[in-house]
């Protein structure tokens, strides 16, 4: 399958980016991002936090940005906000080994407080320098649906800013054959107040349940 992905794009170098030098293979462009010095993210992170799932996969799940847990182990969701997105693929009737998740941004994002490290958003330009990576998991995994997750997925993938709210939960056109749906990170649940968790909780799992169709 092929299709022109329009999404965020770094103008600011003319060198050719290390995902288009990479093999033909999520293995190999996985390989290639343990070395990527596209930006300035690397230097303070452990490692670099690829993309996981099955290749092809007909859903793939985009979030932000590896967190302390995945920047430690290596692997995307399985922090605080992962363990909650499990719950929710369970409630939806999705399975997480027929999905593949990965991150806009690679490596892992923080300020230190005390003795912790915590999570700052990326900015554009480190947006831009991953842009490449992603466009190349979305080209080898193939899938027929593409879930942003949160903001800077979703501006990552829109190559624009576009508001969660006033967006979330309707399937719309990507690419040819392939859809994109937007809804909350699930870091965001984590930090709504007790009051609201519940019906936060069930509006996420609801918006994932629209992936069900892909599946079949």
Not at 17 to 38: D, N, V
Not at 45 to 68: N, Y
Not at 136 to 165: F, K, N
Not at 177 to 185: D, E, M, R
């Amino acid at each position: 399958m092929a299709w022109a992905i329009t999404g965020m794009k770094d103008d600011t170098k003319n060198a050719t980016h290390p995902a288009e030098q990479a093999g033909k293979s999520i293995e190999a462009l996985r390989k290639a991002a343990t070395s990527c010095r596209a930006c300035p993210l690397w230097e303070n992170a452990t490692q670099t936090v690829f993309g996981e799932g099955p290749s092809p996969a007909p859903v793939m799940l985009v979030g932000e940005q590896p967190g302390d847990r995945e920047d430690l182990t290596g692997h995307p969701f399985v922090g605080p906000a992962g363990q909650l997105l499990a719950r929710a693929l369970t409630a939806a009737d999705i399975p997480r080994e027929e999905v593949y998740v990965t991150n806009a941004v690679k490596h892992f994002k923080f300020e230190i407080r005390g003795k912790r490290r915590m999570h700052k958003k990326p900015v554009d330009s480190e947006i831009a320098a991953c842009y490449d990576w992603l466009r190349r998991e979305i080209e080898l995994v193939t899938p027929r649906l593409l879930i942003a997750l949160g903001a800077t997925a979703a501006r990552s993938l829109l190559g624009r800013a576009t508001p969660i709210t006033v967006n979330r939960g309707k399937l719309r056109e990507y690419a040819s054959g392939v859809s994109l749906l937007i809804t909350v990170h699930p870091s965001f649940l984590l930090r709504v107040p007790d009051r609201d968790k519940d019906d936060e909780y069930d509006r996420f799992v609801n918006d994932l349940k629209l992936a069900r169709a892909f599946l079949a």
